[in-house]
Structure formats: C-alpha cells, structure tokens
C-alpha cells in the first residue's frame, strides 16, 4: 500500500478531484498554501493499492498542468521600499509535486 500526496495548484484542483472520483479513487483534499508565491494550492491524500499508483499518476499528470503567469514581486523586507519598483516577472505555476510514500499499516475504525 501506499500514500500518494499530490500538491496542486487551485485551478486544477476541481478537474482532478472530479476525475479521481470518476476513476474510483478515494481522497483526501487539504487547503494548503504555496511559500513561494503565497499563492493557494490543494493537497491531495490519497491511499492506493501498489499496482494502482501508475494509473493514479498518469491521471494526475494529465489533470494538472503547468502554465506561465505573470506576478510581480513581494517587496523587500527592511529597507527603503520608495526605491523598490517592482516588475512582473514570468514564472511556470501549476502542475503537480507528488510524494509517494509506503505505508506499514492502515486503520480504518
């Protein structure tokens, strides 16, 4: 058995949570939020049988994309932030970070 934790950006969140039902698999969604862009992500808790893990990340992967957004920067901390002019800069956002874990035991009380 294992434990796959799927963080993911919101704007995918729906379209994987919907496609995990359609597939049957059961999850856990947890609100978490992002260090470096502040911004809000879903966290996924998703048990499975060993086999069923490459199936569950192809849907994973196919449900969670990567995209570029524009974002301007935090200003700095300290200092004198009249100077500070801040720039949108490019990033990649979305997609997925996956941890797969084993799991010694499962309760379900």
Not at 50 to 60: E, F, G, K, Y
Not at 68 to 84: C, E, T
Request: aromatic share 8%; net charge negative; charged share 20%.
């Amino acid at each position: 058995m294992k434990m796959v934790i799927a963080v993911v950006q919101d704007q995918d969140s729906n379209r994987l949570s919907n496609a995990l039902t359609k597939a049957e698999f059961r999850a856990t969604k947890l609100a978490s939020t992002g260090g470096f862009l502040r911004a809000g992500n879903t966290t996924f808790l998703i048990g499975t049988d060993d086999d069923r893990v490459p199936p569950l990340l192809n849907l994973i992967r196919d449900n969670c994309r990567a995209r570029d957004q524009l974002v301007a920067p935090v200003s700095p901390m300290g200092g004198n932030a009249d100077a500070y002019i801040p720039y949108p800069v490019e990033v990649e956002v979305g997609g997925a970070t996956v941890f797969v874990l084993p799991i010694e035991q499962f309760h379900h009380f």
